[in-house]
């Protein structure tokens, strides 16, 4: 491996990227954070766009203003069921019901637990309101070896929750 040159000596661009190879040297790597919410009944009237981009409720805005660089997103949607937040989607108008997010519930199992078994998450915060939570429960199991955070209360606590998460875990990157 070539010398690592100090980082006294850097640009603030270079720093960066001798701190990632310091890291890679001495076996240590960046905390990963999962974050899991419910898709949102404002979304922007767009198609084949990014879920992140579609989605324009309040924890969305919260999420895009304040994201640090090593967060996963899944989005719980009542039409799409579990996705990612870079998968592409259009809009709809679909609420998520009791009987929906049980039909969800196997299929999200799946989901999570292949996501879980490829990515070692330090965090999980799991953002989602009662009938959400419904399609989370034969999921359980699987989180239950994961430092896991359970928003809850009323949206505007759990807002206050999600932004405070947020804040601590993007402080804590910035602080490695």
């Not at 949102?40 to 198609?47: D, E, Q, T, Y």
């Not at 999420?63 to 870079?86: F, M, T």
């Amino acid at each position: 491996m070539p010398d690592i040159p100090k980082l006294g000596d850097l640009s603030p661009i270079d720093f960066n990227v001798v701190r990632e190879m310091n890291e890679k040297k001495e076996g240590k790597r960046k905390k990963k954070y999962l974050l899991i919410l419910p898709c949102s009944k404002r979304k922007k009237r767009i198609s084949n766009a990014y879920a992140i981009d579609v989605y324009d409720g309040p924890f969305y805005r919260v999420v895009r203003k304040n994201r640090p660089e090593n967060l996963d997103i899944l989005i719980l949607s009542a039409k799409y069921g579990l996705i990612r937040y870079n998968e592409r989607i259009s809009y709809y108008d679909q609420i998520m019901t009791v009987r929906r997010s049980e039909e969800l519930a196997n299929a999200v199992y799946i989901k999570l637990k292949g996501i879980l078994k490829i990515n070692h998450y330090d965090h999980v915060f799991i953002n989602l309101g009662k009938t959400y939570l419904l399609a989370l429960e034969k999921s359980k199991n699987i989180l239950s070896g994961y430092n896991v955070y359970w928003a809850n209360g009323h949206i505007g606590e759990r807002l206050h929750q999600l932004k405070n998460w947020l804040k601590s875990i993007g402080a804590e990157v910035e602080g490695n």
